[in-house]
């Protein structure tokens, strides 16, 4: 087991243990990306990660390439987070294979170079700097590694790779040939489990990606207004991400206003807003490869109305308790259980539940799940089932409620496998005088929770989230 008191302290000098004095939103952030040049010492934590992986390959091999086509995603180039969280080398047109030859177990291809490529992408590394800086036991031309994967291949050994570069795998299939007798099995079998459990420096960049995007969430809340599109306000959050060092956000960013709010992953951004809306933003920096995930729901007025700050005030009732249940051994899914029980007493009392017990009405108004793994993933690997927290997680806790306009009429679609259809019809017809004075109103506060030995840490508390943090800093 990892220590982690160490970090937390290092954590506290960084960035605060409480929320910062007065209400002046004083954010921890430098515009400083010298963070991101590792040094001979921080290279250790990807030898020790490829010698864990290396010990239990066996026969095998693992192959894997530094981009596929769906990895030039969003602004620009991104390397594969198996073949980076592996290597730490971000060039593209580059390939890593490990085996447990003891003379070669960890070769590195240097990108392939030509003029016309120096011409359009620039200068990348040589032979020498690879082995200098990346350490691998053998470095080879792009040439050759084309060579020594097919000679591999053809072996019949069986080799993991990721399995999502399909592009790569139909590649691998035709140098095995029809007759070959190669396995070609998915990384993430060795991997991921590694993953789960955060090292001290993929915790640092987390804790920076949370604090440019916290400081972009902020940001907003000083500008937003009324006849400002959505587009506006992500320019705004992408704009800061930039400003402080983020090449690019981590995702695709939500910023929905009025019935946007209500859908769970909308992403044109287009839509003037209007007095009287919530603008939901589920946003989120990537630093060093790894991504932020914070969602914030303020007045675009600047100013709660009554239904929306008792919706707002019974999430952050839910997202709060719910954090105290983040702490080892407790298991991932106690999380969701008390945002559960928070809401469906909440909407109880407000006459939104006819049936405290019936689990569909409940799911009526919250739609999700309460958590996932972050990391190089904004759904990080990992298993989630039956699992007990342990120190070096990082799982996001985001309860949402969302009246939809159409969700009335919906209803015995989406559950007539809970309900027969008289209990559904009797369900809608009691709760629509209440359910129409919230339509409209989607309602999901989002934040990225650190599990340590002593408890957690809330990497994305500078983010504001209580109701009057939220209307002061939009005055």
């Given at each position: 087991m990892k220590n982690y008191f160490s970090l937390f302290i290092f954590l506290l000098i960084l960035s605060g243990c409480t929320n910062p004095a007065g209400r002046t939103w004083?954010?921890?952030?430098?515009?400083?990306?010298?963070?991101?040049?590792?040094?001979?010492?921080?290279?250790?934590?990807?030898?020790?990660?490829?010698?864990?992986?290396?010990?239990s390959l066996g026969n095998s091999f693992v192959i894997l390439r530094s981009a596929s086509q769906c990895s030039a995603n969003r602004h620009e180039f991104r390397p594969n987070n198996y073949f980076y969280y592996l290597t730490g080398y971000a060039d593209r047109g580059s390939y890593a294979i490990l085996s447990q030859d003891p003379n070669q177990s960890y070769c590195l291809s240097a990108p392939p170079q030509n003029m016309r490529m120096q011409i359009y992408d620039g200068k990348v590394l040589d032979v020498q700097e690879i082995m200098e800086k990346y350490r691998p036991d053998r470095t080879v031309s792009y040439r050759e590694v084309r060579a020594l994967i097919d000679s591999i291949v053809k072996t019949g050994a069986n080799i993991y790779m990721d399995r999502s570069d399909r592009t790569f795998l139909r590649d691998l299939q035709e140098m095995a040939g029809e007759e070959g007798s190669t396995q070609f099995k998915h990384i993430g079998k060795l991997v991921d489990e590694l993953r789960v459990i955060k090292e001290p420096m993929e915790v640092e960049y987390m804790q920076k990606a949370c604090n440019i995007t916290a400081m972009a969430l902020t940001n907003v809340m000083k500008e937003c207004k009324a006849a400002m599109y959505e587009f506006e306000m992500e320019a705004v959050?992408?704009?800061?991400?930039?400003?402080?060092?983020?090449?690019?956000?981590?995702?695709?960013?939500?910023?929905?206003?009025?019935?946007?709010?209500?859908?769970?992953h909308y992403e044109p951004n287009k839509r003037l807003m209007e007095d009287g809306d919530l603008?939901?933003?589920?946003?989120?920096?990537?630093?060093?490869?790894?991504?932020?995930?914070?969602?914030?729901t303020i007045p675009v007025n600047g100013k709660f109305s009554?239904?929306?700050?008792?919706?707002?005030?019974?999430?952050?009732?839910?997202?709060?308790?719910?954090?105290?249940?983040?702490?080892?051994?407790?298991?991932?899914?106690?999380a969701n259980d008390t945002v559960t029980a928070v809401i469906n007493r909440g909407l109880t009392e407000l006459g939104l539940i006819t049936d405290p017990e019936s689990d569909w009405q409940v799911s009526f108004y919250t739609l999700h799940g309460t958590s996932h793994f972050l990391g190089m993933d904004v759904h990080d690997v990992g298993r989630y089932h039956e699992r007990e927290l342990e120190p070096g997680m990082v799982i996001t806790i985001e309860p949402g409620i969302y009246f939809r306009e159409k969700a009335l009429e919906q209803a015995q679609e989406m559950f007539k496998k809970d309900a027969d259809s008289t209990e559904i019809a009797e369900f809608v017809e009691q709760i629509r005088p209440v359910y129409e004075q919230y339509i409209n109103i989607g309602?999901?506060?989002?934040?990225?929770?650190?599990?340590?030995?002593?408890?957690?840490i809330n990497l994305s508390r500078y983010a504001p989230k209580e109701i009057e943090d939220i209307e002061q800093i939009m005055r």
């Open positions: 004083m954010i921890p952030v430098t515009i400083d990306p010298a963070d991101l040049d590792y040094s001979p010492s921080s290279m250790e934590s990807f030898e020790e990660r490829r010698s864990q992986l290396i010990d959050i992408e704009g800061t991400f930039l400003e402080y060092g983020s090449a690019m956000p981590g995702f695709n960013s939500i910023v929905g206003s009025g019935p946007n709010s209500t859908t769970l603008l939901l933003m589920d946003v989120g920096a990537e630093y060093g490869y790894y991504t932020a995930d914070i969602t914030r009554s239904e929306q700050r008792s919706i707002y005030q019974l999430v952050l009732e839910a997202q709060k308790a719910a954090i105290e249940q983040m702490i080892p051994d407790h298991m991932f899914t106690d309602v999901r506060i989002e934040d990225d929770i650190l599990v340590t030995t002593g408890g957690n």
